[in-house]
């Protein structure tokens, strides 16, 4: 199994990136996909989870700020982060879970004037 992030980088205040994690080594419509971050000095945190049925919940700090989405035929997970904070500083890792979980290597994201 292999989950490759991309998309991270460097943003301002206010704006926006998009994630994207592909997916390889499994059936990934079988498999809940989710979006974790871990900033310095800090734990990992959760931040968003979609579901196979394509059903979406999020931390309370991201809700209407970011969006996950899916795209089965594809096997990628996506996560659209718009009027990022610099607190959303962070490495982003995306997950995969149905018996087991597998996760992803992390892409950073800096938020920062």
């Known amino acids: 199994v292999q989950l490759v992030e991309s998309g991270g980088g460097s943003v301002q205040p206010g704006g926006s990136l998009r994630l994207s994690c592909a997916a390889s080594?499994?059936?990934?419509?079988?498999?809940?996909a989710a979006w974790y971050r871990q900033a310095p000095g800090k734990e990992r945190e959760w931040v968003a989870t979609?579901?196979?049925?394509?059903?979406?919940t999020y931390t309370n700090s991201v809700k209407g700020r970011f969006t996950i989405s899916r795209d089965n035929a594809k096997a990628t997970v996506y996560l659209q982060m718009n009027s990022l904070k610099p607190e959303d500083t962070a490495v982003y890792y995306c997950?995969?879970?149905?018996?087991?979980?597998?996760w992803g290597q992390g892409t950073q994201v800096t938020v920062s004037s």
């Open positions: 979609v579901t196979t049925s394509s059903s979406t």
């Open positions: 997950t995969v879970r149905r018996t087991g979980v597998y």
């Open positions: 080594g499994i059936t990934f419509s079988n498999y809940n």
